[in-house]
């Protein structure tokens, strides 16, 4: 069965860390762009962090310099590290994976999301 599953968000202060993990079973997460996006309640959700299935990483501007995005390709896990955590960051986070079938039409997987709380 398909299926991604965040964790790792919480409470936390102004200028502190989290690490937040998305694992994912029932597909490999090498053959897929992956992402984290993030949404605020009646707001769109928007696109955090990139990872490519070459390994390329792409940042929102918003984000540069303190958050990491990453793979572990042998636990099939994909990772955001977030430091320096602002008021702003607080929002739901979630993992995203994308690919094209044998049709060539776009797939896509979404986690349950895990909340962040940055407290000001």
């Known amino acids: 069965q398909v299926q991604l599953v965040e964790s790792g968000g919480g409470l936390v202060q102004t200028g502190g860390s989290l690490r937040l993990s998305c694992a994912a079973s029932g597909f490999a997460i090498s053959n897929y762009v992956m992402s984290w996006y993030r949404q605020v309640p009646r707001k769109e959700r928007d696109l955090v962090a990139t990872?490519?299935?070459?390994?390329?990483?792409n940042y929102a501007d918003s984000v540069k310099g303190r958050f990491t995005i990453s793979r572990d390709i042998a636990n099939n896990t994909v990772f955001l590290q977030m430091n320096n955590l602002k008021a702003e960051d607080t929002a739901v986070y979630f993992c995203n994976a994308v690919a094209r079938d044998y049709t060539h039409r776009l797939v896509t997987y979404w986690g349950q999301g895990t909340q962040v709380t940055v407290s000001s």
């Open positions: 990872l490519n299935t070459g390994g390329n990483i």
